[in-house]
Antibody, heavy 121, light 107 residues
Framework: QVQLVESGGGLVKPGGSLRLSCAASAFTFSDYYMSWIRQAPGGGLEWLSHISTSGSPTQYADSVKGRFTISRDNAKNSLYLQMNSLRAEDTAVYYC??????????????WGQGTLVTVSS | DIQMTQSPSSLSASVGDTVTITCRASQGITNYLAWFQQKPGQAPKSLIYATSSLQNGVPSKFSGSASGTDFTLTISSLQPEDFATYYCQQYHTYPPTFGQGTKLEIK
């Protein structure tokens, strides 16, 4: 059973930084692109970033480009999201998700349970 | 960015009913359309990809179709566990974008 477990969320002040992690298991992590997707409280889903199997190339939503960095460690079966210059509007549940295949820009077949990031002073 | 417009935003139905949710893309996306189900406090769950292909383990009561840039999710014989919020997603072009969601409620 594919499992994705996010961690690292919490309360951070505006302008601060946070690093999210996602531990993957029960599949060959290095074979799959991975994504970060977020959901603001009571809101819809927003795709943030993709990373290829090797770590490059990467893609970002305009809303986070230059502030967030996606990375992975295939030896540790782990995905990361470094978030800098955080703003109140970054408050959301952050999900990591496996990319099904490389058709189009990729959709997601398995999602983690999410980790909550709250940006507030 | 490609805009995905879902309708209706909310829908009331009874157990046993068949319902249809529609998603319209602002431009052509060929068949790169997925549907997700989300229950309160849970992560989204993949139902359908490539317009009409069922994710492993998803019952055949869920089906998808398309006509041009209009995409449809049909859920037949509604059961209590089907009442949730449903999202469409286009993945033809970066960035992948989601519809605003359709909340399916018990009448």
């Amino acid at each position: 059973q594919v499992q994705l477990v996010e961690s690292g969320g919490g309360l951070v002040k505006p302008g601060g930084s946070l690093r999210l992690s996602c531990a993957a298991s029960a599949f060959t992590f290095s074979d799959y692109y991975m994504s970060w997707i977020r959901q603001a409280p009571g809101g819809g889903l927003e795709w943030l970033s993709h990373i290829s199997t090797s770590g490059s190339p990467t893609q970002y939503a305009d809303s986070v480009k230059g502030r967030f960095t996606i990375s992975r460690d295939n030896a540790k079966n782990s995905l990361y999201l470094q978030m800098n210059s955080l703003r109140a509007e970054d408050t959301a549940v952050y999900y990591c998700a496996r990319v099904r295949d490389t058709h189009g820009s990729g959709t997601n077949d398995y999602w983690g349970q999410g980790t909550l990031v709250t940006v507030s002073s | 960015d490609i805009q995905m417009t879902q309708s209706p935003s909310s829908l009331s139905a009874s157990v046993g009913d068949t319902v249809t949710i529609t998603c319209r893309a602002s431009q052509g996306i060929t068949n790169y359309l997925a549907w997700f189900q989300q229950k309160p406090g849970q992560a989204p769950k993949s139902l359908i990809y490539a317009t009409s292909s069922l994710q492993n383990g998803v019952p055949s009561k869920f089906s998808g179709s398309a006509s041009g840039t209009d995409f449809t999710l049909t859920i037949s014989s509604l059961q209590p566990e089907d009442f949730a919020t449903y999202y469409c997603q286009q993945y033809h072009t970066y960035p992948p974008t989601f519809g605003q969601g359709t909340k399916l409620e018990i009448k």
